[in-house]
């Protein structure tokens, strides 16, 4: 997918640089050892790459993580919400279109994670990257058909006029769904 320009009415917050801040999403786990059993609340904001084709997430935009972490017998359970923001190509009037993603998270993590078995992640001796699971919730969050608006109206189906700008004097046509 080509990134589309900056939208015509929305202003885009992004972090200055983000790429010379980006955050790791790895976690130790030094804390919740000695916590013995007491859930570790964890938030994150760091910029993830995810995308599908028709939407992605906004590149070098911040992706919120909030989780808890538990210890549990054979790994740890991350348990929460991940937020991002979102853009891709309206598929009624082709302008560019945002919005905000938000997907519930419950995974765990195991030594051996994610090689064969993508039900878990990896484990690390003392540590736990967070960010696969990030990306994935953001993927299967992300609008397979994205629009700028729910009440956009399209564009005009025998002369291409974008209808959310201009009526047009194909008077009677319906806007192309
Ligand atoms: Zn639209
Ligand atoms: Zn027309």
Redesign the pocket.
């Known amino acids: 997918m080509q990134i589309p320009v900056r939208p015509k009415n929305e202003q885009i917050v992004l972090e200055s640089d983000p790429l010379t801040k980006t955050k790791d999403l790895t976690i130790s786990l030094h804390q919740l050892e000695r916590s013995a059993g007491t859930p570790l609340q964890i938030d994150l904001q760091a910029p993830v790459q995810a995308s599908i084709s028709s939407s992605t997430v906004v590149p070098g935009s911040l992706v919120s993580t909030s989780v808890v972490l538990e210890s549990v017998r054979g790994g740890v359970i991350a348990s929460g919400t991940v937020r991002a923001r979102w853009m891709g190509e309206c598929a009624r009037c082709l302008e560019v279109a945002y919005g905000h993603l938000e997907a519930h998270v419950r995974e765990l993590f195991e030594p051996g994670g994610g090689a064969f078995d993508k039900e878990t992640y990896p484990l690390g001796d003392d540590w736990v990257d967070l960010e696969p699971m990030v990306r994935d919730a953001c993927m299967l969050e992300l609008p397979l058909r994205p629009l700028c608006s729910p009440n956009c109206k399209g564009l ?6 974008n ?1 959310n700008e201009h ?4 008077s009677l ?1 319906t806007p192309f769904q």
């Open positions: 005009c189906s025998e002369c291409g006029t209808l009526s047009c004097d194909c046509g």
